[in-house]
């Protein structure tokens, strides 16, 4: 079996989907082993890399030939460098999957737009026709027949309308709006690292994170519905 020093000089490797909980574990690990934030603060980080360096390259039993002050500092380095090499690792892991969701999304909104153009078209020619009906048409009635007439030829009223608001929903070519299918692969994931990454935001992002939160405390929550207490007063 692997000694505790010999875990904590193991190096992270690359970081991906698979392992995740694996590296978390680790964290968590190195997390309960010393508050190593506190007594640090003070230290420039290139000292704490390379005390945590020198660590490294020790075995056990070299390093019980050092005294206990050294040994214990090099050992305090060597946990916090640690965690937080594993800490970047996890969050260029977020931005890797963010990247991939956002390229997924982007490709499925060009394919939307791509196939909408003979929609576009039909509803040209349909606008068209109508306009030459009541330019032509003196009567209200009759222009009014005819107009419907149109319509009902190409599906009726709420089919055309609905072509509408179809091709009105991502006119802003918004690729947020196709994300969901390519985020739910990833969904797990990213809910797992955030729940140790404990991001902090500006000011203007504070509603967010208030959301994250939310949703992280409710991840094992299997109801239906979720019960909110909302403010009408507004």
């Known amino acids: 079996p692997q000694s505790p020093f010999a ?7 690359k970081l991906a989907r698979k392992n995740v909980q694996e590296a978390i574990d680790r964290f968590e690990w190195l997390n309960a082993l010393l508050p190593t934030e506190i007594s640090l603060k ?3 980080a290139t000292q704490l890399e ?7 390259r020790l075995d056990a039993d070299e390093l019980k030939e050092y005294t206990q002050e050294r040994r214990l500092s090099y050992l305090i380095c060597l946990i916090y460098v640690s965690k937080a090499n594993l800490l970047d690792a996890l969050t260029t892991l977020v931005l890797k999957i963010v ?19 003979q929609s576009r078209e039909q509803l040209l020619i349909m606008f068209r026709d109508v ?3 009541i330019k ?16 009902e ?9 609905q072509s509408c608001e179809d091709r009105l929903a991502y006119q802003s070519k918004d690729w947020r709006a196709f994300s969901p299918k390519a985020f739910s692969s990833q969904r797990a994931t990213l809910l797992t690292i955030a729940a140790v990454l ?8 504070s509603d967010l994170l208030e959301v994250l939160s939310w949703i992280l405390d409710l991840r094992a929550d299997r109801s239906k519905w979720v019960r909110l207490d909302l403010t009408h007063s507004f």
């Open 198 to 205: 404990h991001p902090k935001s500006t000011e203007t992002q």
């Open 7 to 13: 875990r904590l000089c193991q190096p992270i490797g």
């Open 99 to 117: 990247r991939r969701i956002k390229r997924q999304a982007v490709d499925r909104l060009n394919a939307w737009v791509s196939g909408q153009q």
């Open 153 to 161: 030829r190409v599906g009726g009223i709420d089919e055309v309308l």
């Open 42 to 44: 003070h230290i420039p």
């Open 50 to 56: 390379q005390w945590a360096d020198e660590a490294r």
């Open 136 to 151: 032509a048409e003196q009567n209200p009635e009759l222009c009014q027949k005819r107009i419907t007439e149109r319509l």
């Open 131 to 133: 306009l030459k009906d």
